[in-house]
């Protein structure tokens, strides 16, 4: 009975991450990347925002892409991305906090008169049994940029 308990509260525990990013993600193919994040988390799940905002932009830089840190208004261009940052969770009755994280790259694009929006990257998270999704943010973009940095797809 006490293993499978410690069982249990090791799967509480766990963290799952998944990413892929187009080898056509490179600076050479991109003018311009705005960095763009959604807090749907809820209970104070995630408060360093700004600071994950940055550090994804300052990766993304130190890659080589240019990117505008002024707010997003139109696409510049069809070379013009967008990189997502979005947490979604909340807070259990034992205190700690559970969701999950999804990054994604995207440009608007046209094919035979229809627009639309094409992923060249897309990364996904979940957790649980953490004070918050801070430090864990922080980590889940730094791992999705080295499939950045060193794409697989």
């Not at 408060?47 to 002024?70: C, M, P, Q």
């Not at 008169?113 to 430090?135: E, P, R």
Request: with cysteine.
């Amino acid at each position: 009975m006490k293993k499978l308990l410690l069982i249990v509260y090791l799967l509480m525990l766990a963290t799952q991450a998944s990413a892929w990013v187009s080898k056509s993600f490179v600076p050479a193919n991109v003018s311009d990347v705005n960095v763009f994040m959604s807090d749907l988390a809820e209970g104070g799940c995630w408060s360093n925002i700004s600071e994950v905002k940055r550090y994804t932009e300052d990766k993304l830089e130190l890659a080589g892409f240019n990117v505008s840190r002024d707010k997003f208004k139109y696409y510049n261009d069809m070379k013009h991305y967008r990189f997502s940052v979005s947490i979604k969770g909340g807070r259990n009755s034992q205190g700690t906090c559970y969701g999950s994280i999804i990054l994604e790259i995207f440009k608007l694009t046209w094919v035979d008169k229809v627009k639309g929006m094409f992923i060249l990257g897309q990364g996904d998270a979940s957790f649980s049994a953490h004070k918050n999704a801070n430090q864990y943010a922080l980590e889940i973009v730094s791992e999705f940029m080295e499939q950045v940095e060193n794409p697989n797809f």
